[in-house]
């Protein structure tokens, strides 16, 4: 599949008609400009940035996320308050995002790969 699909063809080439139009692209961008208004205390937008912060002093992880990964986050909790039918980010949004906002954004060191560990596991000590 993945052959046939990636082998010469252009995304003009596929056949989209089938597939239902959710959101015009209008509809895209009004929601993306709710979402940027949500509101998030300072509170929270620190509590945000200690927990970047501390990606970067964690035992075991050799490169933490930076100034870049704070914002993805707290992003990132703006749309978790939003499906949660809020207008407001809670402490609680910002840490059931972190993991999928800051995973990729580090580094482990050697000897937690070896141990089979993943950033996703490091994350999860971290904000325990």
Not at 11 to 18: E, G, R, T, V
């Amino acid at each position: 599949m993945v052959t046939a699909i990636t082998s010469g063809r252009a995304a003009s080439d596929f056949d989209l008609s089938q597939v239902p139009r959710v959101l015009g692209a209008g509809e895209l961008l009004e929601l993306q400009r709710a979402t940027a208004a949500i509101t998030v205390d300072d509170e929270v937008i620190d509590y945000a940035v200690r927990i970047v912060a501390a990606t970067r002093q964690w035992p075991g992880i050799a490169v933490g996320a930076g100034p870049r990964g704070s914002i993805a986050l707290v992003r990132a909790s703006r749309a978790q308050a939003v499906l949660a039918g809020r207008d407001f980010v809670t402490p609680d949004d910002v840490r059931d995002i972190a993991r999928p906002a800051l995973r990729h954004r580090l580094a482990l060191a050697p000897e937690l790969q070896l141990d089979g560990q993943d950033a996703a596991d490091v994350l999860g000590a971290l904000l325990a």
